[in-house]
């Protein structure tokens, strides 16, 4: 894990990448400086308007790929109030959004929980579990009320079919998805 500069990722000589992605939206809830609260052109600034949208009545998905953006109008204008980040389908060859490649440099198509786990502690925070039941465990850093989704049984089904070598597979130990939303977790804590 490397850190960044005063000026933010890929600030100054030191490397960044998509871990230390992972870990800052873990640690502090935001994407590029844009997080809960912000409306979609505060989005559309840091990640452009190649996405995929899903509007409903009051609400609003903005489908980044590796990003998704949730919006409600709640009696106002547009705001986020869910943020979720889909590092599973990058192993399906799903695009990251160009602002976040330039922010960070390459993605793996997999990323590892141990990994980023370690990108949290090294930004002071800490990680514990929040529901370890079924195929995906969930994770909790609650210094920013995060929960991170780590895939536990790589074969729920049992079909003895899952290899467990094979780099295009998703493995146990592999990070599914991060989850922003103070309105998501309001209940579980």
Known sequence: MTTTGAGGPGAGDRSVSGVDFYAHVATRGEVLGVGIGSGPGAWTAVLGADCLEDPGTGLLRRDYGLVEVSFSADGGPLSCFGI???????????????????????????????????????????????????????YRVP???????????????GDGDHDVHDPKLHQAGDIWSLDVSPAWWARSR
Request: net charge negative; with cysteine.
């Open 143 to 157: 210094e920013s009320g995060v929960r991170v989704f780590v895939v536990d049984d790589p074969d729920p089904y």
């Open 84 to 138: 979720s980040v889909q590092a599973h389908r990058l192993i399906h060859g799903q695009a990251v959004p160009p602002a976040l490649a330039r922010a960070y440099g390459e993605f793996a198509p997999r990323v590892r929980f141990e990994e980023v786990r370690a990108g949290i502690l090294a930004l002071g925070c800490t990680v514990e579990p929040d529901d370890l039941s079924g195929d995906v465990h969930r």
